[in-house]
C-alpha cells in the first residue's frame, strides 16, 4: 500500500482544515493450469500448505462424496493434515449461515493470519468462502481450485464474493482477491453434461463479442466439446484434437476475460463486455420455477441480443444463422415463454439501477466485436421480441427451451418438487387454494426483478 496524506488548510468553502489521503494498493493474484491438480506426484498445490503443516479444506456434499478421499490422501502424501469443512451446496444455502459457517470452521480451525484457506467448488462455493474470507479478520487468503466449467472460465476470473440475501441475489458481499487460483479442467469428467451445457453458455458470451477466431472453434467443436467433457472423456483418432481445442478455447476465453476485468476489478467502469447475456436474465432466470439454469438463462439475453443486433444491420444472416445453429447443437435455450414484453419492461428498468441509469446493453456489431447500446426504445423491444419469436419458431427451436434447462436438487440444493409443494402450501394459506398454482409455479415479474444481481 503507498499512500501520500496532505494538508488541506481551512478555507470559505471548508468547515475547517484537515487532511486529504491519496493511496494506491497493490493487487497481486496467480493463475496456473494443473491437470489432475490432486495427483500425489504433484506438489503445485501442496507447496502453498507446507509452511503449514495442514489445510483447512471446504466443499459441498457432493464434492466430498466424489473426491473427499482424494483431497485428503493428496495431502496426507505431502505431510500436510487436513481438515475438511465439508457443507451444503446449491442456491438455496448461498446465505449468510453457510457463510457465518465458514467463520465458525476457520475460528475452530484457529487460522493464522496469512494462512490461507482451500476452497474446492463451484462458483457458489467460491463466493461464500471468498465473502467469509473477506469478512474474518477483515482479510484472509484464500485458494481456489474449480470444478465446474463456469467456475473455471466465469466465476474464476472475478475477485467478487459474496452471498445472497433474502430474495435478492450477490446482495451482499465485496472485492477480494484469492491468493491462487488452479484450474483443472479434468473435473469435467464427473460433471454431468448439463452443468457442462450450462457452462458452454459463458463461452459464446465472450467469444461471440471478443474473439472472432476462438469463436469459429467453439463453432467447430462445440457440439462434440460439451458431449465429452470438453475432450477429457474423448476417445478414438479425433480425441487429441479435440482436447487440444478444447484447451485452446478455454484458455483463449480466460485471457480474454482477464484482458477486460483486470484494469476494472472493482466494477468503476460499468461498460462491462463480460456482463455481455447478463441484462435480461436476471430477471428471466427467476420467473419459472424450478429456475432457469443460469447459462440457459444468459443464453436466452444473447439470443434476443443477437436478433437485435440484426434487425439493426450490425451482423448479417450468415452471422446471426452461425449464432443460433451453435446454440441448438449444444442443447442450448434461445427463448423461453416466459420472456414477455412485460418482463422485458421489468428487467430493462431493472438493470439500469445497476447500471447507474444506463442500459449498457452488449450487441455483436460484428460477431467478434460489440458496442455498448443506451438506446433501446420500448419500441424496438416490442417488435425484436416478436422478430425474435418468429426466427425462433422458423428454424424449428418450438418455444425455444432447450436441454437440462432448469435448476435441480444440486443447483438449488432441495429437491424442486418438494419447495413446490412448499410453495403451493404457503400460497394457499395466504391468497387461498385457487390461486395457488399459479403462485407456486410462476413468480411475478415484479417479484422475479427484485432478486437482479447487485
Same mark, same amino acid.
Given at each position: 500500500?503507498?499512500?501520500?496524506?496532505?494538508?488541506?488548510?481551512?478555507?470559505?468553502?471548508?468547515?475547517?482544515?484537515?487532511?486529504?489521503?491519496?493511496?494506491?494498493?497493490?493487487?497481486?493474484?496467480?493463475?496456473?493450469?494443473?491437470?489432475?491438480?490432486?495427483?500425489?506426484? %504433484?506438489?503445485?498445490?501442496?507447496?502453498?500448505?507446507?509452511?503449514?503443516?495442514?489445510?483447512?479444506?471446504?466443499?459441498?456434499?457432493?464434492?466430498?462424496?466424489?473426491?473427499?478421499?482424494?483431497?485428503?490422501?493428496?495431502?496426507?502424501?505431502?505431510?500436510?493434515?487436513?481438515?475438511?469443512?465439508?457443507?451444503?451446496? &446449491?442456491?438455496?444455502?448461498?446465505?449468510?449461515?453457510?457463510?457465518?459457517?465458514?467463520?465458525?470452521?476457520? *475460528?475452530?480451525?484457529?487460522? $493464522?493470519?496469512?494462512?490461507?484457506?482451500?476452497?474446492?467448488?463451484?462458483?457458489?462455493?467460491?463466493?461464500?468462502?471468498?465473502?467469509?474470507?473477506?469478512?474474518?479478520?477483515?482479510?484472509?487468503?484464500?485458494?481456489?481450485?474449480?470444478?465446474?466449467?463456469?467456475?473455471? $472460465?466465469?466465476?474464476?476470473?472475478?475477485?467478487?464474493?459474496? $452471498?445472497?440475501?433474502?430474495?435478492? %441475489?450477490?446482495?451482499?458481499?465485496?472485492?477480494?482477491?484469492?491468493?491462487?487460483?488452479?484450474?483443472?479442467?479434468?473435473?469435467?469428467?464427473?460433471?454431468?453434461?448439463?452443468?457442462?451445457?450450462?457452462?458452454?453458455?459463458?463461452?459464446?458470451?465472450?467469444?461471440?463479442?471478443?474473439?472472432?477466431?476462438?469463436?469459429?472453434?467453439?463453432?467447430?467443436?462445440?457440439?462434440?466439446?460439451?458431449?465429452?467433457?470438453?475432450?477429457?472423456?474423448?476417445? &478414438?483418432?479425433?480425441?487429441?484434437?479435440?482436447?487440444?481445442? #478444447?484447451?485452446?478455447?478455454?484458455?483463449?476465453?480466460?485471457?480474454?476475460?482477464?484482458?477486460?476485468?483486470?484494469?476494472?476489478?472493482?466494477?468503476?467502469?460499468?461498460?462491462?463486455?463480460?456482463?455481455?447475456?447478463?441484462?435480461?436474465?436476471?430477471?428471466?432466470?427467476? #420467473?419459472?420455477?424450478?429456475?432457469?439454469?443460469?447459462?440457459?438463462?444468459?443464453?436466452?439475453?444473447?439470443?434476443?441480443?443477437?436478433?437485435?443486433?440484426?434487425?439493426?444491420?450490425?451482423?448479417? *444472416?450468415?452471422?446471426?444463422? /452461425?449464432?443460433?445453429?451453435?446454440?441448438? /447443437?449444444?442443447?442450448?435455450?434461445?427463448?423461453?415463454?416466459?420472456?414477455?414484453?412485460?418482463?422485458?419492461?421489468?428487467?430493462?428498468?431493472?438493470?439500469?439501477?445497476?447500471?447507474?441509469?444506463? /442500459?449498457?446493453?452488449?450487441?455483436?456489431?460484428?460477431?467478434?466485436?460489440?458496442?455498448?447500446?443506451?438506446?433501446?426504445?420500448?419500441?424496438?423491444?416490442?417488435?425484436?421480441?416478436?422478430?425474435?419469436?418468429?426466427?425462433? %419458431?422458423?428454424?424449428?427451436?418450438?418455444?425455444?427451451?432447450?436441454?437440462?434447462?432448469?435448476?435441480?436438487?444440486?443447483?438449488? &440444493?432441495?429437491?424442486?418438487?418438494?419447495?413446490?409443494?412448499?410453495? %403451493?402450501?404457503?400460497?394457499?394459506?395466504?391468497? &387461498?387454494?385457487?390461486?395457488?398454482?399459479?403462485?407456486?409455479?410462476? #413468480?411475478?415479474?415484479?417479484?422475479?426483478?427484485?432478486?437482479?444481481?447487485?
Amino acid at each position: 500500500m503507498r499512500a501520500t496524506v496532505t494538508e488541506v488548510p481551512a478555507s470559505a468553502n471548508a468547515t475547517g482544515p484537515g487532511y486529504n489521503i491519496q493511496g494506491y494498493e497493490d493487487l497481486k493474484y496467480t493463475y496456473s493450469f494443473v491437470d489432475n491438480v490432486f495427483d500425489q506426484k %504433484k506438489d503445485d498445490l501442496a507447496s502453498y500448505y507446507q509452511k503449514w503443516g495442514r489445510v483447512l479444506c471446504v466443499l459441498d456434499e457432493n464434492l466430498n462424496e466424489l473426491y473427499g478421499p482424494s483431497i485428503k490422501a493428496y495431502f496426507s502424501a505431502h505431510n500436510i493434515k487436513p481438515t475438511l469443512h465439508v457443507f451444503k451446496g &446449491g442456491e438455496l444455502h448461498k446465505t449468510m449461515d453457510t457463510m457465518l459457517g465458514f467463520v465458525d470452521a476457520m *475460528d475452530s480451525f484457529g487460522l $493464522i493470519r496469512k494462512e490461507p484457506v482451500l476452497v474446492v467448488g463451484g462458483g457458489l462455493a467460491s463466493d461464500v468462502l471468498g465473502y467469509a474470507c473477506a469478512s474474518y479478520r477483515r482479510s484472509t487468503n484464500y485458494i481456489r481450485v474449480g470444478t465446474t466449467l463456469i467456475a473455471l $472460465i466465469d466465476a474464476a476470473i472475478s475477485i467478487k464474493v459474496g $452471498i445472497n440475501h433474502k430474495k435478492l %441475489k450477490n446482495r451482499l458481499g465485496a472485492y477480494h482477491a484469492p491468493m491462487h487460483t488452479f484450474l483443472d479442467f479434468d473435473f469435467l469428467k464427473t460433471l454431468p453434461i448439463g452443468q457442462t451445457r450450462n457452462g458452454t453458455a459463458e463461452l459464446i458470451k465472450i467469444l461471440h463479442c471478443t474473439d472472432k477466431y476462438t469463436w469459429n472453434l467453439l463453432v467447430k467443436y462445440g457440439e462434440d466439446l460439451v458431449n465429452t467433457a470438453y475432450g477429457r472423456n474423448a476417445t &478414438g483418432p479425433g480425441a487429441k484434437e479435440l482436447k487440444a481445442a #478444447a484447451d485452446e478455447i478455454c484458455r483463449n476465453a480466460i485471457k480474454g476475460m482477464l484482458d477486460l476485468e483486470s484494469p476494472n476489478l472493482h466494477e468503476i467502469g460499468l461498460d462491462r463486455v463480460i456482463a455481455n447475456g447478463h441484462s435480461i436474465s436476471p430477471t428471466l432466470e427467476l #420467473a419459472p420455477f424450478p429456475p432457469l439454469r443460469h447459462g440457459h438463462a444468459v443464453c436466452i439475453d444473447m439470443a434476443w441480443s443477437v436478433t437485435l443486433a440484426h434487425m439493426r444491420g450490425y451482423i448479417g *444472416d450468415e452471422d446471426r444463422d /452461425q449464432w443460433f445453429r451453435l446454440a441448438g /447443437q449444444v442443447g442450448l435455450s434461445v427463448d423461453h415463454p416466459l420472456l414477455t414484453d412485460e418482463l422485458m419492461r421489468e428487467a430493462n428498468e431493472a438493470i439500469k439501477k445497476t447500471r447507474d441509469g444506463l /442500459q449498457r446493453f452488449v450487441l455483436a456489431k460484428p460477431l467478434g466485436t460489440c458496442v455498448f447500446a443506451n438506446d433501446i426504445t420500448e419500441d424496438e423491444f416490442v417488435k425484436s421480441l416478436a422478430v425474435h419469436k418468429a426466427y425462433v %419458431k422458423k428454424i424449428g427451436r418450438g418455444d425455444g427451451v432447450g436441454l437440462d434447462a432448469y435448476a435441480d436438487a444440486g443447483d438449488l &440444493g432441495a429437491d424442486p418438487e418438494a419447495l413446490l409443494k412448499e410453495r %403451493k402450501a404457503e400460497a394457499a394459506r395466504l391468497n &387461498g387454494a385457487h390461486k395457488s398454482e399459479a403462485i407456486a409455479t410462476r #413468480a411475478a415479474p415484479a417479484a422475479a426483478t427484485a432478486a437482479v444481481a447487485a
